[in-house]
């Protein structure tokens, strides 16, 4: 398994002020749409491309397109927070969700609600923005391999060495881009340092 952490200065910066329990909510979705962009860019450098001709207003020219659909999958509720910049960065993109509950006391996550599109010969991005004890994105992945899906990339803000461990044994294959690699999980199994609920802080609940 492939893990890639954000290197950038305007990544940095913005965790910092994510991380920043005094940021309200309308900050707080401006920021996660800063870094999300960030990542989606990051999380997309290698797309295969294929040549395409046209006529530039001055002579034939031939370029590159992107060769394959592009498919996003947030993890309700979070994830619907780093969906935008794929939309802006890539018009035709196609997106599919999985609902996926965690439950506070057990840390386990409950599967509520699943819509993907045509999944085969794209490239499909998963995202959630906190990867904590990992299996909430095993299970996603688990979910959208069913329905199709081959090439996989995991993205998310912050990532705890367990939630990493914990993909890495359950699918190896699949390539995790994240902003940071934070220290531990608490008994809570909230990471560390962390930013709290990124949901509840995202939508001010």
Known sequence: MSLHVLSHPLGAHVLTHLRDKT??????RTLSYQISLLLALEATRDLA???KSID????????LVLAKPLVVVPILRA??????????VFPDVSVGYVGLERDHTTAV????????????????IIVDPMLATGGSAAQAVDVVKAAG????????????PEGVATMQQAHPEVAIYTGALDRTLNAKKYILPGLGDFGDRLYGT
């Not at 994830?79 to 802006?88: A, E, I, Y």
């Not at 899906?149 to 705890?160: D, H, N, Q, T, W």
């Open 79 to 88: 994830g619907l927070g780093m969906l935008q910049p794929f939309h802006d």
């Open 56 to 63: 530039t207003p001055l002579e034939p020219f031939t370029g």
């Open 23 to 28: 940021t309200k909510p309308a900050l707080f």
């Open 149 to 160: 899906g081959k090439e996989l990339v995991f993205v998310c803000i912050v990532a705890s």
């Open 109 to 124: 996550a409950r599967s509520y609600y699943c819509k993907l599109p045509p999944l085969a010969n794209t490239r499909t």
């Open 49 to 51: 491309t294929e040549k």
